[in-house]
T-cell receptor, first 117, second 114 residues
Framework: GAVVSQHPSWVICKSGTSVKIECRSL??????MFWYRQFPKQSLMLMAT?????????EQGVEKDKFLINHASLTLSTLTVTSAHPEDSSFYIC?????????????FGPGTRLTVT | ELKVEQNPLFLSMQEGKNYTIYCNYS?????LYWYRQDPGKSLESLFV?????AVKQEGRLMASLDTKARLSTLHITAAVHDLSATYFC??????????????FGKGTHLIIQP
């Protein structure tokens, strides 16, 4: 099946610093990648849709200047959390759209747990 | 705005019993997903349901979709402890043939006791 990786799997940073999270589709090309955020004991919330070679589309309430998304190739999208604050601490999960089993669906990465101190 | 509601949000059941998780959504969609999440982990895809009346089964889990009622169900048969997890349904609200972000239900935290 389709494999999506994320790096790092967890990161601890100090308030005010920036953190970059990478999302890679390892065995297929993904024209579209998605970034989700999950707070403890809550559901996943879509943050943004990332299309290769174009600007990301952000969901309402998500600050595009704080969460910078770059989708420079068909296999890599990055999310940079700028000037991180403790309230940004969360589980960030990316997904890549692809067709396996004859059906287009999203394949989720293993997630990145961000803790801002 | 698309809304996805799951119930129950918490379910404790005994091994060997059957139960159903319900997922209602508010707008037309022809693409519904079920995922499993274990603590501290990401999502595992269980089912993709693409059309009205679709039914899929994998082991002790069976999912169905009624697009007219905007309802999907995840049925658990003869539950075993290994099925303990949080189950999410998610709906693709766009018209991009699946190339849109998903709206998730709040999840059903399932505990199966011996």
């Amino acid at each position: 099946g389709a494999v999506v990786s994320q790096h790092p799997s967890w990161v601890i940073c100090k308030s005010g610093t920036s953190v970059k999270i990478e999302c890679r589709s390892l065995d297929f090309q993904a024209t579209t990648m998605f970034w989700y955020r999950q707070f403890p004991k809550q559901s996943l919330m879509l943050m943004a849709t990332s299309n290769e070679g174009s600007k990301a589309t952000y969901e309402q309430g998500v600050e595009k200047d704080k969460f910078l998304i770059n989708h420079a190739s068909l296999t890599l999208s990055t999310l940079t959390v700028t000037s991180a604050h403790p309230e940004d601490s969360s589980f960030y999960i990316c997904s890549a759209g692809g067709t396996q089993r004859g059906v287009y669906e999203q394949y989720f990465g293993p997630g990145t747990r961000l803790t801002v101190t | 705005e698309l809304k996805v509601e799951q119930n129950p949000l918490f379910l404790s059941m005994q091994e060997g019993k059957n139960y159903t998780i319900y997922c209602n959504y508010s707008t037309t969609s022809d693409r519904l997903y079920w995922y499993r999440q274990d603590p501290g982990k990401s999502l595992e895809s269980l089912f993709v349901l693409l059309s009205n009346g679709a039914v899929k089964q994998e082991g002790r889990l069976m999912a169905s979709l009624d697009t007219k009622a905007r309802l999907s169900t995840l049925h658990i048969t003869a539950a075993v402890h290994d099925l303990s997890a949080t189950y999410f349904c998610a709906v693709d609200s766009g018209s991009g043939g699946g190339a849109d972000g998903l709206t998730f239900g709040k999840g059903t935290h399932l505990i199966i006791q011996p």
